[in-house]
């Protein structure tokens, strides 16, 4: 199985594309895409959708994990967010990509084992369960490959029903 991990943004979307086969990782693409400040919103939406689409056709992934949102502070970036967020789902809807969506809680404990861990353990695992020599950067792109895993390990205790 590919899986196509996502961490949605409009400055930077962290991706990370992870094959999951017999137990075993091994990681085929992680980085991010990435877009101005001083670039039209609408042109950005269009650059996340370009950089999505061409993971997507290079990678056929079999499905996309990506994060569920949560915010309680500032609407206008949880607007802004949620755009970024709908175009990278189109996107994987037009090309026939399962959706799945986690929470920050389900990533932690899949990926660590515990709801609360700090980000650092996250991406220290991440790195591990991926046999990485680093923590791969930006922290977002951390995060998408976390987000991988996490389906992963989800949608194999599903198979093992």
Known sequence: MIILGIDPGY?????????????????????PITTSAGTPFNERLEAIYDGVVQLINT???????IEK????????????VSQAR???LLAA??????IHEYTPLQVKQSVVGYGRAEK?????????????????KPDDVADALALA????HSANSLYMR
């Open 11 to 31: 400055a930077i979307v962290g991706t990370g594309v992870v094959e999951y086969l017999n137990n075993h990782f091994k990681v085929l693409d992680h980085r």
């Open 120 to 136: 650092n353990q996250i991406q220290e695992m991440t790195r591990l369960l991926l046999n990485l020599d680093k923590i791969p």
């Open 86 to 88: 709908g175009v990278l």
């Open 93 to 98: 809807q037009q090309n026939h990509i399962s």
């Open 59 to 65: 990678w056929r992934p079999d499905a996309m994990a």
């Open 149 to 152: 895993i996490c389906h992963a």
């Open 69 to 80: 949102l949560f915010f309680n502070t500032n609407a206008k970036t949880a607007i802004d």
